[in-house]
């Protein structure tokens, strides 16, 4: 069963700097889209950062400029790089991929646990 591990959330000053990691397990035969979704207390899920196997990626426009996805292919792990975050980028952060496991021929969504991104001074 493939998991997703996420890492490096917590406390940033705005303007400050943050990387979230987001790690897959399991057998996997190949990851294509992966990305970011954040959550922020009474508000809806939304997208931050898309990123494709070739890399392509798309943003909200609330981070555009700030905010950097990028992945290694070959450990199957995206990275969400905050530079410069403000105080509205706190929320509880979610990764996503698109994963085909071994054995199989369809791509599934998993989703990892979150992690807390509080911007405050």
């Known amino acids: 069963q493939v998991q997703l591990v996420e890492s490096g959330g917590g406390l940033v000053q705005p303007g400050g700097s943050l990387r979230l990691s987001c790690a897959t397990s399991g057998s996997i035969f190949s990851v294509n889209a992966m990305g970011w979704y954040r959550q922020a207390p009474g508000k809806e899920r939304e997208l931050v950062a898309d990123?494709?196997?070739?890399?392509?990626?798309k943003y909200a426009d609330s981070v555009m400029g700030r905010f950097t996805a990028s992945r290694d292919n070959g450990k199957n792990t995206a990275y969400l790089q905050m530079s410069s975050p403000k105080p509205e980028d706190t929320a509880v952060y979610y990764c996503?991929?698109?994963?085909?496991?071994?054995?199989?021929?369809?791509?599934?969504?998993?989703w990892g646990q979150g992690t807390l991104v509080t911007v405050s001074s």
């Open positions: 996503y991929a698109n994963v085909r496991n071994l054995g199989s021929s369809r791509y599934l969504e998993v």
């Open positions: 990123i494709t196997s070739g890399r392509s990626t």
